[in-house]
């Protein structure tokens, strides 16, 4: 069936060393950058105001860095990375991003229904001036 792999994916498509310490600092640092952009743009919802997502982007920045509070990321010299808690920021970008998504939802509803009432009371008082 077409859904079933009946070949073994090229070999050059999986890694089989561990990356580097470099390649897991420019991860990293990516990750980071990412944040940072994100917190730039970051507005006011119900659930978190711009600042307050400012803050924890920041945190999670340092975190992806190993800059976490008490830790510094030795990677340089080619030593072990910190362990980053990546399930933690997978799950704080996803519940952000849910909260954003309700908020925006819920304001183009509001919009929506403003709209109809507006053109509902337009209509109605162009009937009323015939």
């Known amino acids: ?62 975190r992806a860095l190993g800059a976490a509070p008490g830790r510094r990321a030795k990677l340089q010299d080619g030593s072990e990375p910190l362990r980053v808690d990546w399930s933690g920021l997978l799950s704080f970008f996803r519940e952000h991003r849910q909260g954003e998504y309700t908020s925006v939802s819920s304001a183009r509803e509001d919009l929506g229904e403003t709209v109809r009432a507006f053109s509902r009371v337009f209509h109605e008082m162009l009937q009323a001036d015939n």
């Open 1 to 62: 069936m077409f859904w079933t792999r009946t070949s073994a994916p090229p070999s050059g498509l999986l890694q089989s060393t561990p990356p580097t310490a470099e390649e897991h600092r420019s991860a990293s640092e990516s990750i980071a950058e990412l944040l940072t952009l994100y917190a730039k743009f970051a507005f006011d919802t119900e659930h978190a105001s711009a600042r307050e997502t400012r803050q924890s982007c920041s945190d999670w920045s340092a």
